[in-house]
C-alpha cells in the first residue's frame, strides 16, 4: 500500500462549473477527513466519514459542497458553482480510529 | 472555538543547530498533539505524535508536551537544510471524530 491518493492533482475551472475530487485512503483506515488550505494558513475541517456514515460537518461546507464515501472505500468531494473563493488545496486524510492521521498528496483547485 | 497558536516566524538556524518550535492550544481537554511537516506546494507529512505529557523522542526530533500549561514543543537536533519547511502543529479534537485543528504553521530555513 502506497498510502492514501488523490485526484485529480490540479484542477482550474471557471467560475460556475461543477468539480469533483476523488480521494482513496490507506485501504485497513475506517477514518476519512477532508480538509481545506489556503495560502499561509494550517489545514482546516471540512467533513469526516467513518466507514460510509458522515459523521460531521464543518460550518466551512456550505450547501454548494458534498461528500460522499460509497462502501466505506474511496471518497469523493463536489463543490457545485464554484466561487473564486474556494480556490485551495484540498487535502484528504485517513487514519485508524483515533489515531494519527495521513494526508494524499491533495487536489490543488483554481477558480478563474 | 479552538485555537492552535504558533509563535510567529520565521525561524532561520545555521547547519547544526537546535531548532526549536513552539505552540500552544487553548482547548484544555486536548489529549492527542501532532506535529506535521509541509514543503512548498506540498502537502503535510507527520512527523511526530505525542499523547502523554514529557518528552518523544524519534531520531532528531523530540515532541515536548505540557497540558498544565497547555503547550507542546518540537526540537530538531543536527538541523540539516533539508529540514527547511513549514512545520504545523495539530491537536485533536477531544471528541470521536478526532478531527485536527492546525496553527498556521511556522517556516523554518537551516542555512548551510
Known amino acids: 500500500d502506497t498510502g492514501v491518493s488523490q485526484n485529480p492533482r490540479h484542477k482550474i475551472t471557471k467560475r460556475g462549473q461543477n468539480v469533483t475530487f476523488r480521494c482513496d485512503p490507506i485501504?485497513?483506515?475506517?477514518?476519512l477527513y477532508w480538509y481545506r488550505q489556503t495560502l499561509g494558513q494550517g489545514p482546516e475541517f471540512l467533513t469526516y466519514f467513518q466507514n460510509e456514515a458522515q459523521l460531521e460537518k464543518s460550518r466551512l461546507l456550505s450547501d454548494r459542497f458534498s461528500a460522499e464515501r460509497p462502501k466505506g472505500s474511496f471518497s469523493t468531494l463536489e463543490i457545485q458553482r464554484t466561487e473564486q473563493g474556494d480556490s485551495a488545496m484540498y487535502l484528504c486524510?485517513?487514519?485508524?480510529?483515533?489515531?494519527?492521521?495521513?494526508f494524499g498528496p491533495g487536489t490543488r483547485l483554481t477558480v478563474l | 472555538q479552538k485555537e492552535v497558536e504558533q509563535n510567529s516566524g520565521p525561524l532561520s538556524v545555521p547547519e547544526g543547530a537546535i531548532a526549536s518550535l513552539n505552540c500552544t492550544y487553548s482547548?484544555?481537554?486536548?489529549?492527542?498533539f501532532f506535529w506535521y511537516r509541509q514543503y512548498s506546494g506540498k502537502s503535510p507529512e507527520l512527523i511526530m505524535s505525542i499523547y502523554s505529557n514529557g518528552d518523544k523522542e524519534d531520531g532528531r526530533f523530540t515532541a515536548q508536551l505540557n497540558k498544565a500549561s497547555q503547550y507542546v514543543s518540537l526540537l530538531i537536533r543536527d538541523s540539516q537544510p533539508s529540514d527547511s519547511a513549514t512545520y504545523l502543529c495539530?491537536?485533536?479534537?477531544?471528541?470521536?471524530?478526532?478531527?485536527?485543528?492546525f496553527g498556521k504553521g511556522i517556516t523554518l530555513s537551516v542555512r548551510p
Open positions: 485501504s485497513e483506515h475506517n477514518r
Open positions: 486524510a485517513s487514519s485508524p480510529a483515533g489515531r494519527e492521521q495521513f
Open positions: 495539530a491537536v485533536g479534537d477531544t471528541g470521536a471524530n478526532s478531527k485536527l485543528t
Open positions: 482547548d484544555r481537554g486536548s489529549q492527542s
